[in-house]
């Protein structure tokens, strides 16, 4: 079974996006980005995929920082995301996220929910 962690909470300066996730459960001995997205529709989330202690974990992008990750889109923001007190950067969310809202516009395979959310948020659509 994947391990999975949520991302809740986030905020930005001039240059970067903070995100903080729930607590990891466990020692994180190393971590690193992958510089992957999928996408989660049956929980209206981005996943980023990132390496803890030699395994794939899922971090979760709730549509409560979607707001904040639509900067990284319009100004070009760098993330970083902290689990428990690790703090790692998060290489390559322009392209995947980009690429990932491109691909769920008007796109029913991924759901309406995830859909209108997509649209609403990163393309300032109003919902159906």
């Known amino acids: ?13 001039q240059d970067t996006v903070y995100l903080t996730s ?7 001995t ?3 980005a992958t510089g992957q997205m999928i ?6 989330s981005f996943i980023y995929l990132v390496d803890i202690n030699d395994q794939f974990t899922y ?11 639509k900067e990284v889109l319009t100004h070009n923001k760098n993330v970083k995301l ?3 007190d690790t703090e790692i950067e998060l290489p390559g969310v322009k392209e995947e996220l ?8 008007g796109n029913a395979n991924y759901g309406d929910d995830m859909v209108n959310e997509v649209e609403r948020v990163f393309l300032d659509k109003e919902e159906q």
């Open 82 to 84: 902290t689990i428990n």
């Open 59 to 69: 971090v979760s992008l709730t549509k409560e920082v979607w707001p904040h990750l």
């Open 30 to 32: 190393q971590a690193s």
């Open 39 to 44: 996408t989660d529709s049956d929980h209206v």
């Open 98 to 105: 980009s690429y990932l809202v491109e691909n769920i516009e």
């Open 1 to 13: 079974m994947q391990k999975r962690i949520e991302v809740k909470k986030s905020h930005s300066d």
């Open 22 to 28: 729930e607590l990891f459960d466990g020692e994180i």
